[in-house]
C-alpha cells in the first residue's frame, strides 16, 4: 500500500508539474504558420535548458488559448467526452482551482526531459525515482500569488531553501523527499518548475556554472521554426528494442526491424486558416534503415486505405504522405478543423 501510495503522489507531482502543457495534449493538433529558414527569436529561449536534456518541446500557449478554432475544437471533442467540461474556458477555471496556476496567465512554455529517464518512468511499476524532467514557463508571473495560490490548492505549505541566490519552492513526497516537485523564479516573467535536479542545472545553466543544451537535439529543434508546438527528441534504444520484428499485414508478414535504427524524432504542428498540417520526421542512423522504413509506411498507409471498412478513416488515411531523403523519413497530414473533429468523434467514440 505504501508503494501504490507513493506512486500515486509521484503521478500526482508529474501532473501538477505538466499542467502548462496539459491543453495541448487535450487539443492534440496545433500550430501557427509557415516554417521560416532561421530560428526565429522565439527559439533561443532554451538557452536555459540544460545540456543534459535530449528531449525539448515548445508550446505558444497565448497564442493557442486565443484562436477560436482550438476553442471551437475543444468544445467538439468534450461534447463526446462526458467527463471534460464544456467549454475550454471551464477547462480552464477548473485547472486553475485545482492547482492554482491559471494558463491565460502564461505565455509560453518550454518543456525538456531525459528521454531515456521518462520512458523508463512510464514502463516503471516501482516507480523507484522520478524522471529527469522541467519546464521553462513565461507569462504574467506574480511570485506570492502563484505561491499562495498552490498553498491552497495543494493544502499544504511549500518547503522553501536557496540555491544560487534563488529561492527553491518545494511540494515535498510525504513517501519519498527525492520526488518532490520544485520551482523557482529565474526572473520576473519566467519560472522552472521540475525535480530537484533539473531545476537546480537550469538555475547553473543562468548563472553561468553550466553550458546551455546544444548537439543533435538542440539543432534539430532549431531547424522547425516558429511553430506553435514542436518537439525535437533523442528516441531511447530502450524504446526501439520494443518494436516488434515484424508486423502481419493481409497475407504477409512485414520486416521492421528498420525501425529499430530511429535514432531522433522531430514533430511540428503548424495552423494555416483552418488547415492544421502536422510534420514528422524519423531520423535514422543509416539511410538503408531510413528507405526500408520509408517504403513500409508507405506501403501500409496505401494498402490501410483500401483494407478499412470506415470511408471516413480512408479518407483521412489518405491526406497522410510520406517522403525519404537521406537519413530521414517524414510524414505529413494536413486536415481541417471540421476533419480533426470528425477524427476524434472516431476515436472517442471507439474508446467508449
Known amino acids: 500500500m505504501m508503494g501504490q501510495s507513493a506512486r500515486c503522489q509521484r503521478h500526482r507531482n508529474l501532473l501538477f508539474g505538466l499542467v502548462a502543457i496539459l491543453l495541448a495534449g487535450i487539443i492534440l493538433l496545433v500550430g501557427c504558420s509557415d516554417t521560416s529558414t532561421s530560428p526565429p527569436p522565439s527559439t533561443q529561449i532554451p538557452f536555459a535548458v540544460p545540456q543534459r536534456a535530449d528531449l525539448l518541446a515548445e508550446i505558444e500557449l497565448a497564442e493557442i488559448l486565443d484562436d477560436e478554432d482550438f476553442a471551437e475544437l475543444y468544445q467538439a471533442i468534450a461534447a463526446?467526452?462526458?467527463?471534460?467540461?464544456?467549454?475550454?474556458?471551464?477547462?480552464?477555471?477548473?485547472?486553475?482551482?485545482?492547482?492554482?496556476?491559471?494558463?491565460?496567465?502564461?505565455?509560453?512554455?518550454?518543456?525538456?526531459?531525459?528521454?531515456?529517464?521518462?520512458?523508463?518512468?512510464?514502463?516503471?511499476?516501482?516507480?523507484?525515482?522520478?524522471?529527469?524532467?522541467?519546464?521553462?514557463?513565461?507569462?504574467?508571473?506574480?511570485?506570492?500569488?502563484?505561491?499562495?495560490?498552490?498553498?491552497?490548492?495543494?493544502?499544504?505549505?511549500?518547503?522553501?531553501?536557496?540555491?544560487?541566490?534563488?529561492?527553491?519552492?518545494?511540494?515535498?513526497?510525504s513517501h519519498n523527499q527525492g520526488d518532490a516537485l520544485n520551482t523557482a523564479f529565474l526572473a520576473e516573467e519566467q519560472m522552472v518548475i521540475g525535480t530537484s535536479l533539473a531545476v537546480k542545472d537550469v538555475i547553473d545553466v543562468t548563472v553561468g556554472l553550466q553550458e546551455p543544451i546544444s548537439g543533435t537535439v538542440y539543432d534539430l529543434y532549431c531547424q522547425l521554426g516558429d511553430a506553435l508546438t514542436k518537439l525535437a527528441s533523442y528516441v531511447p534504444e530502450s524504446l526501439t528494442s520494443q518494436i516488434p520484428a515484424e508486423i502481419p499485414l493481409g497475407p504477409v508478414n512485414l520486416s521492421m526491424l528498420s525501425f529499430r535504427d530511429v535514432g531522433y524524432t522531430t514533430l511540428a504542428l503548424t495552423k494555416s486558416e483552418a488547415i492544421i498540417t502536422a510534420d514528422v520526421h524519423l531520423e535514422f542512423t543509416n539511410s538503408d534503415s531510413a528507405k526500408t522504413s520509408g517504403q513500409l509506411l508507405w506501403i501500409a498507409i496505401t494498402a490501410s486505405k483500401y483494407i478499412v471498412s470506415d470511408p471516413d478513416i480512408g479518407e483521412l488515411l489518405s491526406k497522410v504522405h510520406t517522403s525519404t531523403s537521406s537519413t530521414s523519413v517524414s510524414l505529413t497530414a494536413s486536415l481541417t478543423i471540421s476533419e480533426i473533429e470528425r477524427l476524434a468523434s472516431m476515436i472517442l467514440g471507439k474508446a467508449d
Open 80 to 173: 463526446q467526452s462526458p467527463a471534460l467540461p464544456r467549454t475550454l474556458d471551464a477547462a480552464l477555471d477548473n485547472l486553475e482551482y485545482g492547482t492554482g496556476i491559471d494558463l491565460r496567465d502564461l505565455t509560453h512554455v518550454i518543456v525538456f526531459a531525459d528521454a531515456e529517464e521518462l520512458v523508463e518512468s512510464m514502463e516503471s511499476a516501482s516507480g523507484s525515482s522520478p524522471p529527469y524532467w522541467g519546464a521553462l514557463v513565461e507569462g504574467e508571473l506574480n511570485e506570492n500569488t502563484i505561491i499562495h495560490g498552490i498553498e491552497s490548492r495543494m493544502g499544504q505549505e511549500l518547503a522553501i531553501s536557496s540555491y544560487q541566490n534563488h529561492t527553491l519552492y518545494s511540494l515535498a513526497d
